[in-house]
């Protein structure tokens, strides 16, 4: 493998940003947010570093779940723009060297999608098969419900259908019944046009439910469910080579890893399934160590992660679009992150996550927010960041459940935070107050200030990418130390060798490093601030590290030839 060879699988070292059209910029002063006033922002994201833009659902949509209730697989929502735009849009990121991947959401529908519709009209619909029904009363599913504040079973008693149907989400939203070798050629047309029209790949959002109903009864000509994830990416691939599925697969690792298409454990072949999977445990563990102030929950699960196929990553993120889920961690562990970053319960969501933003979990400190955008950036993986995060927007929390994240990015310091120069009540949504209010967090402000969070994320972004080995390496390797705050991780991809260093704690420590391979005219430069350190004859060496503090340790040998 040679550095150029990097390119071919784009998705292992690619900066991700994610982004709802609706809150991100209106150019028509309407109040919600279009395509068109997207494209003026390019530059602000390949400035940033972005290689990889992730769009929010933009299909036509009832508009009951912020754009994931579908009503048109393809269409683009009126409101945003029309398909023209959504080609300008396209044409313009990979002008400025970005990708663009879609959220596809084939879970389930709209209940005012045509589809659904004509199936509820009558037994002898050609949909009605296309979702998922039963005529018997069902048993009790409240346990089975994803939104318990919303639901209390999974099914819904539909009068004019004259039967249940089946809904994991919200009542609004039936469940798709992908065991139809017609519903999967829908969505098989509709990854095909979208990759038509431009696009790169898609998150797959929900993975493990839209599975659920393969081989769902013995005449189904799909003996095992993971055999629809592999048509759908030979589909794609066919269509578009280097296209990518990254998919939501909220499970353990010894789960995940059969969506990556690795069945046999080995990790060692090429992946036939997800080309990407978000890392929901390590994040999980991340805020828990955050809680504590104690690296060892993160040291641990780096450890514990399992091989992949040689083309798969790992997608790691701070946040994402929805609650900040905790479900992972045991009710003890999830308090002691609740007690840490959101005490009152209307910080919490569904008793298992946050609807918070990381800057008011972490008081405003800006060494505690530099210091875990560091961490990210620096753990093996692509990162994928959320908007506003790399100017530190807060949440609203007067904005309804999960909306309260997704509040109008800030531009400027003026009216709506530079978003719309609608009237506030036409806003998408609620523009943050008090700290976090554009008057004090706005993308302006920062691009003239050198110091800024803004030019910090861009920093990280680009030293992130000039530094293969966090990308591609294959085991990150956890050095020994004795802080129980401090994170030190090493790693390494051919010649090209990093080790990190993150202090959890507010104290300065002194942190001791063993590299057992390093010569004495090895050095250790810091990448990120103007620093150097060379290890003694023994691969021994000491680096200073202030209370919430961190390091990116380029290891340089005689006559590299690598930018510093």
């Known amino acids: ?52 833009l992730w769009l929010m659902p933009f299909y036509p949509t009832a508009d009951r779940d912020d754009g994931y209730d579908i009503t048109d697989y393809l269409g683009v929502d009126p409101r945003l723009g029309d398909a023209g735009d959504l080609v300008e849009l396209i044409r313009t990121a990979n002008d400025r060297g970005i990708r663009v991947i879609a959220d596809l959401v084939v879970n389930h529908t709209s209940d005012r999608h045509p589809w659904f ?16 029904w039963r005529q018997d009363a069902p048993p009790d599913t409240s346990k089975e419900v994803v939104f318990p504040d919303k639901e209390d079973g999974i099914w819904t008693y539909d009068e004019q259908a004259e039967a249940w149907y089946r809904h994991r989400f919200y009542r609004h939203q039936p469940d798709l019944n992908t065991a139809n070798p017609e519903v999967r050629d829908a969505i098989a047309k509709t990854v095909g046009y979208w990759a ?87 994040m999980q563990q991340m805020y828990l160590a955050l809680a504590r102030q104690d690296a060892g929950p993160i040291a641990a699960t780096l450890e514990s992660r399992p091989e992949i196929p040689s083309d798969a990553q790992w997608a790691t993120f701070v946040r994402n679009h929805d609650e900040l889920t905790l479900d992972k961690l045991s009710d003890g562990e999830r308090q002691e992150v609740f007690d840490a970053f959101g005490p009152e319960p209307e910080h919490q969501l569904f008793d298992r996550g946050l609807r918070r933003r990381l800057p008011p979990m972490l008081d405003g400190d800006p ?30 929390l007067a904005a309804e459940g ?17 978003f719309s120069a609608a009237p506030a009540s036409r806003l998408a949504g609620p523009v943050p107050e008090g700290a976090y209010s554009p008057a004090h967090v706005n993308v302006s402000d920062q691009r003239r200030d050198p110091d800024s969070l803004l030019n910090f994320v861009q920093k990280l972004a680009r030293r992130y990418r000039e530094s293969p080995e966090l990308g591609w390496t294959t085991r990150v390797e ?9 994170l030190a991780h090493r790693s390494t991809w051919q010649d090209a060798s990093m080790v990190a260093l993150h ?9 001791p490093l063993h590299l057992p391979d390093a010569d004495a005219d090895w050095r250790l430069v810091d990448l990120l601030q103007d620093d150097e350190h060379a290890p003694n004859g023994s691969g021994k060496v000491e680096i200073e590290l202030e209370g ?14 690598r930018l510093l």
């Open 117 to 132: 519709r004509s199936a509820r009209r009558s037994k002898d619909s050609p949909f009605r098969d296309w979702y998922v």
């Open 1 to 52: 493998m040679r550095i150029r060879d990097t390119g071919d699988l784009w998705w292992k070292s690619a900066v991700i940003y994610c982004l709802d059209v609706e809150t991100y910029m209106d150019w028509n002063d309407d109040g919600v947010g279009d395509l068109p006033g997207l494209v003026q922002r390019i530059d602000h994201l390949a400035e940033l570093g972005v290689t990889c």
């Open 478 to 486: 956890i050095l020994d130390q004795p802080h129980a705050g401090v």
């Open 503 to 511: 202090n959890l704690g507010p104290e300065a420590v002194r942190v």
């Open 196 to 282: 038509q029209m431009g696009l790169d790949g898609f998150r797959v959002d929900a993975v493990p439910f839209f599975l659920a109903d393969t081989a769902k009864t013995p005449g189904d000509d799909i003996e095992h469910p993971h055999e629809f994830l592999q048509q759908l990416r030979a589909f794609l691939s066919r269509r578009t080579g280097d296209s990518i599925l990254m998919g939501e697969v909220n499970l353990p690792y010894d789960q995940q890893r059969q969506f990556f298409g690795d069945h046999s454990g080995d990790g060692e072949d090429e992946g036939k399934e997800l080309n990407l999977q978000f890392d929901f445990v390590l």
């Open 402 to 418: 999960r909306l309260a994240v997704r509040t109008p990015m800030q531009w400027t310091s003026g009216k709506n935070g530079g």
């Open 367 to 396: 060494r505690r927010v530099r210091m875990v955008y560091s961490l990210l950036f620096s753990l093996p993986g692509t990162p994928v960041l959320f908007y506003g995060e790399e100017i530190g927007m807060g949440e609203n």
């Open 548 to 561: 919430y503090g961190y390091r990116w340790l380029r290891v340089v040998q005689p006559g590299s030839r």
